[in-house]
């Protein structure tokens, strides 16, 4: 039984890691190029629960064969000493099994505008702690992302620089005393390797109707560049001719 259960209990870690990669909120909680290690964990998972299984089935089979009083005899003095093993154990499944439970109860979700109250946000540029390596920028401004624009700006001191140039941005909407009634940041987080260590970027958008838009709600922001200030330091300012509802990317993150 205890074999069978641990089985059990490992197709259970199996299956709940398959299904957050089938529906695709593995990628809310690790960057995308790491889930073949996902991949390899719920094989893993699978072998051992079929060892498990088997070695509960062999157990099963040997006490079917074993005369009852030897059986008795033998079970007593094996629960006597191995008593405070087995309550471990015990505790070790409840433990391997939590993970599972509040990924059933806690429903999926990516971080938002909630969770850049505690954190250093990117405005305008991007700090060199999470500047990406390797350039993978789109070729079309058209094409550029919020983290492709800020890895533009970085190549050159001069806001004005980028004066007329058009963007198409998607992100969500964060505001804080800092902003107008006429401006608001076009936010995504950048994750590198998990959300533990995921970095908030943004870029600060001029639209005369900004304080009608909710914090957090997704928007697809279309508008050209003008040399402007946010918060005391000289940046692009992003100019909004046309700002949409959206509704939010099945990739939230931005991965550099």
């Not at 809310?28 to 629960?49: D, S």
């Not at 920028?137 to 806001?159: H, I, Q, V, Y």
Request: net charge negative; hydrophobic share 45%; with cysteine.
């Amino acid at each position: 039984m205890k074999n069978g259960l641990k089985g059990l209990v490992m197709l259970s870690l199996a299956y709940f890691l398959f299904s957050r990669i089938t529906n695709g909120t593995l990628f809310f909680y690790i960057n995308n190029r790491f889930a073949w290690l996902t991949f390899l964990a719920v094989i893993g998972f699978f072998v051992v629960a079929l060892g498990y299984l088997y070695r509960a089935r062999l157990v099963r089979d040997m006490l079917d064969t074993t005369e009852e009083d030897d059986h008795d005899h033998e079970h007593h003095a094996h629960e006597h000493s191995h008593d405070h093993e087995h309550n471990l154990s015990r505790v070790g499944l409840v433990l391997v099994m939590l993970p599972v439970i509040l990924g059933l109860v806690v429903p999926a979700s990516p971080l938002g505008a909630v969770a850049m109250g505690n954190r250093e946000v990117s405005v305008g540029r991007l700090s060199s702690a999470m500047a990406p390596r390797e350039s993978r920028m789109a070729a079309s401004n058209r094409e550029k992302n919020l983290l492709d624009w800020l890895m533009t700006f970085d190549g050159s001191a001069d806001p004005a620089a980028f004066d007329g140039q058009e963007a198409k941005l998607t992100g969500f909407v964060y505001r804080d005393s800092r902003h107008g009634d006429d401006s608001f940041m076009l936010s995504r987080f950048v994750v590198s390797c998990c959300v533990a260590d995921a970095t908030p970027i943004g870029l600060i958008v001029q639209w005369p109707d900004a304080s009608a838009l909710a914090s957090d709600q997704w928007v697809e922001v279309a508008g050209h560049f003008k040399a402007g200030a946010f918060d005391g330091r000289s940046m692009p300012v992003l100019m909004a001719d046309e700002i949409k509802p959206t509704a939010m990317p099945n990739q939230p993150y931005l991965f550099p």
